[in-house]
Nanobody, 125 residues
Framework: QVVLVESGGGLVQAGGSLRLSCEAS????????MAWFRQAPGKEREFVAA????????YYSDSVKGRFTISRDNTKNIVYLQMNSLKPEDTAVYYC??????????????????WGQGTQVTVSS
């Protein structure tokens, strides 16, 4: 079992930055692929970014590429999402997700077995 706890959400003006954190406990963190998804009101949950278990490869949606950076610290069991140049359309609840290394990094939410409770990010115009 893996428990994921997100933090770092909040209210920020357009153009600003936030850094989300997700701390994992349970299974060995270094064996988990980690991802961030988001869900805006009335919309489906969408993929934002992911990092492979080793940290060697990262993946981004087209909507955040060049603005967001995902990283992980396997010594602290934490994955980060640095969000720069935020836009009002980035407003959503952001979720941390994990799956085992053998499942591979996927962009589909049903590929992930473990989820955090979510953290709200609101970007004002």
């Amino acid at each position: 079992q893996v428990v994921l706890v997100e933090s770092g959400g909040g209210l920020v003006q357009a153009g600003g930055s936030l850094r989300l954190s997700c701390e994992a406990s349970g299974l060995a963190f270094r064996t988990l692929n980690m991802a961030w998804f988001r869900q805006a009101p009335g919309k489906e949950r969408e993929f934002v970014a992911a990092v492979i278990y080793s940290g060697g490869s990262t993946y981004y949606s087209d909507s955040v590429k060049g603005r967001f950076t995902i990283s992980r610290d396997n010594t602290k069991n934490i994955v980060y999402l640095q969000m720069n140049s935020l836009k009002p359309e980035d407003t959503a609840v952001y979720y941390c997700a994990a799956n085992r290394w053998s499942q591979g990094v996927r962009r589909m939410s049903d590929s992930y077995d473990y989820w955090g409770q979510g953290t709200q990010v609101t970007v004002s115009s």
